[in-house]
């Protein structure tokens, strides 16, 4: 099965500086790498994806990157806010059966300091 | 659209009772749902696969007598947690995938808000 690694457990930044988050995978049969953001007590929620053809997505203030020999994709936020401090989920899907079944990373705890 | 509900919202209970908690999607049918839990401070684990009509994939190591879940609908699946202990404790979340996106291979997973069980 697939096991998806998450670094950092914990990251904190000053406000308008940079966050990376990166995950690693090990099935390379995996083809959907999707993030979420939870905010604590509150269901996760989808920020950005990517498809295992693609190798870079980007969406205002927030990319994602995936290379696809190495088995890893990275969350990329440019100038962050107070409000993007949450925890963020990695995670990978793998084709089993008739159906993708997804494994998370452990999340990360990104903490925005005004 | 794409909206999943779960209800409770939370549950308290005594030790060897019973609870069962429902998972809809509202506006889109779903084939597959997921049910996970979370422990706090944790990430999600994966428990089962709710697939409508068929029986439940369960993780290694889910006890599938203790974690009953039932995907009778397209619309709705229930996951009932049998004489409950306090271990048992925890956030379960329920997801979907909309049936129409599957069809694309639209992999986008749709999350409940998730129900907090605490068990006396």
């Known amino acids: 099965g697939e096991n998806v690694e998450q670094h950092p457990s914990t990251l904190s930044v000053q406000e308008g500086d940079s966050a990376v988050i990166k995950c690693t995978y090990s099935?390379?049969?995996?083809?959907?790498f999707p993030w979420y953001k939870q905010e604590l007590g509150k269901r996760p929620q989808l920020i950005i994806d990517?498809?295992?053809?693609?190798g870079e997505k980007k969406d205002q203030r927030i990319a994602v990157t995936l290379n696809k020999t190495a088995k890893h994709f990275s969350l990329h936020i440019t100038e962050t806010q107070p409000e993007d401090s949450a925890v963020y989920f990695c995670a990978a899907d793998e084709r089993s059966g008739g159906s993708y079944i997804p494994t998370f990373g452990r999340g990360t705890s990104l903490i925005v300091h005004p | 659209g794409a909206v999943v509900s779960q209800h409770p919202s939370w549950v308290i209970c005594k030790s060897g009772t019973s609870v069962k908690i429902e998972c809809r999607s509202l506006?889109?049918?779903?084939?597959?749902m997921f049910w996970y839990r979370q422990f706090p401070k944790q990430s999600l684990m994966l428990m089962a696969t709710?697939?409508?009509?068929?029986?439940?994939?369960?993780e290694q190591g889910v006890e599938k007598d203790k974690f009953l879940i039932n995907h009778a609908s397209l619309t709705l699946s229930t996951l009932t947690v049998t004489s409950a202990h306090p271990e048992d404790s925890s956030f379960y979340i329920c997801?979907?995938?909309?049936?129409?996106?599957?069809?694309?291979?639209?992999?986008?997973?749709?999350f409940g808000p998730g129900t907090r069980l605490t068990v006396l």
């Open positions: 997801s979907a995938r909309d049936l129409q996106r599957e069809v694309y291979t639209y992999n986008e997973q749709f």
């Open positions: 506006d889109f049918q779903a084939t597959t």
């Open positions: 990517i498809r295992s053809n693609v």
């Open positions: 099935d390379s049969a995996s083809n959907y």
């Open positions: 709710s697939n409508e009509g068929s029986k439940a994939t369960y």
